[in-house]
């Protein structure tokens, strides 16, 4: 199988960086934001991000293989 | 009317709503084995999206995470972490494997691994092991059910004839439309399951405590011990946190019945648009652990928190609400168990029976033989469900780290050309070894870390070290050519 480019696996590990390694930085309630503890605060910003992180990667995958959309054969060649 | 019977109606109607769309569904199609199993690889955009949304959010979801929210605190948030990041891993996988499954029309997972390896015995290893784990997953949806249904009827249909009636239909839909029927299902329910989430995140704080904001105010004074990490548990510090979320985001999709969603794509790229946007579903998860803090507060001291999110929104919601929340909660159960039944009696018998006992068998007749099978899935699971079966709990509690084990022999399986089929058959071995008995020792979190974690790392080693010492038999799916797949 053709591997994922370096560029978009460099895009999924934004999102895994951000939520498990920071954990003893970002694991408190204060400062609260918006009314959320800042654990919880941290984890649904990075709900939100990790689709932009995840366009980036898809748009360099597509760059890729141009042709890979719609043709019933994905990345294969 | 009375309360009861408000809900009991509303209930019966989202039911039998359901159930009309689940049969209606397969009507036009020929049930043949691949129509059954993958919808003849055919579903577009959005009903992949809802199959898959629609397996992922189950009672479990639902009860459970505000469940442990209740009695956890912030250990819970690991679902917040896990839920976008099993996305991201599935971004790197899905497509790949949905192109090998159309290539060499493969329609579970032990295909997969019969193709990808040559070997009909690590073929049956992996159906033993997917159908071991999600037997008592079905328990656990059957379980749930019952307890909504129960709860939100206020007590008008008991548990019994709650999980008997709803899983005749889930059994009838699954025979007549496989998993084109869930699909369709999923529509009314993730339609309903939005609904009532939001509205329950937001109006019980609300209602308590006049905003989302206020309510965690007063619980950071109350408890403020409980929002952080290990919150109420002895030992689920930070450790376990981060080999807790990276376990599930790998393990999520090694889930056999994800692989028949993932076949039943039109294209594979669909699949990496589906991963994209997926997280935002996911939006749901912070509303639900919302109404189990709340619950903290308003009902310190309920016996069991799985009872949380049910026990507050009956004390505050009128019966035609509990009524929708019933009915939404039975679908949540439905949906889910109708894939898992579909995708354990297609193991059984394509993967397990097959190359075991009569490897000449047609695939009409496997098919034939899975329909019958899934009746009888159907009763087993009801019979541990109705017995309340706690052994079987045991078994659930290390499902996620149990199928976590295929991760290696999938992911090398895409992408090494150097492992081998000795290799994997002795990495699943120990991997499952370790999780068995680290789970039913009640060894979680060993040294810290999550239990999963520990046997994956041993599972990656015991595959890299056994492949290393044996030359390689299959380098990937191309030395198939010419393409088909071998009996």
Redesign the interface.
């Known amino acids: 199988?053709?591997?994922?480019s370096l560029g978009?696996?460099l895009c999924?590990l934004i999102?895994?960086a951000a939520?498990?390694?920071p954990?003893?930085l970002w694991?408190?309630?204060?400062p609260?934001v918006?009314?959320?503890?800042f654990?919880?605060f941290w984890?649904?910003t990075?709900?939100?991000l990790?689709?932009l992180?995840?366009?980036g990667?898809?748009r360099l995958?597509?760059r890729r293989n141009p042709d890979?959309?719609?043709?019933?054969?994905?990345?294969?060649q | 009317m009375s309360a009861s019977l408000v809900a009991l109606t509303l209930i019966c109607a989202i039911i039998g709503a359901g159930a009309f769309i689940g049969f209606y569904a397969g009507r036009r199609y020929k049930m043949d084995l691949e129509q059954w199993t993958v919808g003849n690889r055919a579903l577009g955009m959005v009903l992949v999206w809802l199959l898959m949304a629609g397996e992922t959010y189950t009672t479990f979801t639902f009860l459970g995470a505000s469940g442990r929210a209740y009695s956890w605190g912030g250990p819970v948030l690991y679902i917040l972490a896990y839920q976008p990041l099993m996305y991201v891993v599935s971004f790197y996988i899905l497509p790949q494997m949905w192109e090998a499954g159309k290539r060499y029309r493969l329609q579970t997972q032990a295909d997969f691994f019969r193709v990808r390896y040559g070997s009909k015995y690590l073929e049956a290893l992996v159906a033993l092991v997917g159908i071991i784990f999600l037997i008592p997953y079905i328990q656990l949806q059957l379980t749930g059910l019952g307890l909504i249904v129960e709860a939100a009827s206020f007590g008008g249909i008991s548990r019994t004839p709650a999980m008997v009636i709803s899983f005749s239909i889930v059994a009838g839909f699954v025979l007549t439309s496989g998993v084109r029927g869930a699909a369709w299902v999923s529509v009314l329910k993730d339609f309903l399951l939005l609904f009532a989430a939001v509205f329950i995140g937001i109006a019980v704080p609300y209602h308590y405590f006049g905003g989302i904001g206020p309510m965690f105010t007063a619980l950071a004074h109350a408890k403020p011990e409980h929002l952080v990490m290990p919150g109420a548990t002895k030992n689920f510090g930070h450790l376990w946190f981060v080999s807790t979320v990276l376990m599930t985001a790998l393990a999520f999709f090694m889930w056999p019945q994800y692989v028949g969603a993932c076949y039943s794509a039109k294209d594979g790229d669909m699949l990496r648009r589906n991963a994209v946007i997926m997280p935002l579903y996911s939006i749901t998860m912070p509303l639900v652990l919302i109404v189990g803090f709340t619950a903290l507060l308003v009902l310190p001291n309920l016996p069991d928190g799985d009872l949380a999110l049910l026990s507050i929104v009956r004390k505050t919601f009128p019966a035609w609400f509990l009524g929708v929340i019933g009915g939404a909660g039975a679908l949540t159960a439905m949906v889910p168990a109708a894939v898992q039944i579909l995708t354990a009696a297609t193991l059984f018998i394509k993967n397990f029976c097959r190359p075991i006992l009569a490897p000449s068998m047609a695939d009409a007749q496997v098919a034939r033989l899975a329909k019958a099978t899934v009746l009888g899935i159907t009763a087993i699971a009801l019979g541990f469900a109705i017995r309340s079966s706690t052994s079987l709990v045991a078994l659930l509690i290390i499902g996620y780290t149990g199928v976590a084990q295929f991760f290696p022999g999938v992911v090398l399986g895409l992408y090494s050309r150097r492992v081998t089929t000795g290799g994997v058959f002795a990495g699943l071995i120990s991997g499952v070894g370790i999780v068995g008995f680290l789970g039913l020792t009640k060894h979680e979190p060993f040294m810290g870390f999550n239990a999963g974690f520990v046997g994956l790392c041993f599972n990656f080693a015991v595959t890299a070290a056994v492949s290393l010492l044996r030359p390689v038999e299959l380098r990937s799916f191309d030395e198939h050519l010419p393409q088909g797949i071998p009996e």
């Open positions: 199988m053709k591997r994922p978009s696996i999924g999102p895994f939520v498990c390694f954990v003893v694991d408190r309630v204060y609260m918006w009314g959320l503890p654990n919880f984890l649904l990075w709900l939100l990790t689709p992180c995840m366009w990667a898809y995958e597509v890979g959309r719609n043709n019933g054969k994905g990345g294969a």
